[in-house]
């Protein structure tokens, strides 16, 4: 008996903006933040990180690149740009067992 998938893809754009205030003086935060970062950066790159929190805001400014969105502090309300701008777009189809798609349907 032959099987098929039915799909969905739906594509839309949503901007998420997470932030964190802080100063170069916050020991607590830095050292978070190399915990935090060791989850994701090489040792090797963290070895060169000071101990102490750093007064150079480009080591701040990479430490913070190294983490997830879910790991700020702070956020915004999501932005969904294709809600407000009317562009989500929808595509259903149907495939056969080899990926094969029989219909396919824009919306």
Do not use: C, H
Not at 7 to 34: A, G, H, M, P, S
Not at 57 to 86: C, H, I, M, P, Q
Request: no cysteine.
């Amino acid at each position: 008996m032959a099987t098929y998938k039915y799909v969905r893809n739906l594509k839309q754009i949503v901007i998420q903006t997470v932030y964190e205030e802080f100063d170069t003086t916050d020991q607590d935060l830095w050292d978070k933040l190399l915990e935090n970062a060791s989850d994701y950066a090489d040792e090797d790159e963290l070895e060169n990180f000071p101990i102490d929190a750093s007064d150079e805001l480009a080591l701040w400014f990479k430490l913070f690149s190294y983490l997830n969105e879910g790991e700020f502090t702070n956020s915004l309300a999501d932005d969904w740009v294709s809600d407000r701008k009317g562009f989500t777009e929808i595509t259903d189809s149907l495939e056969d067992s080899e990926g094969n798609e029989i219909f396919i349907s824009n919306e």
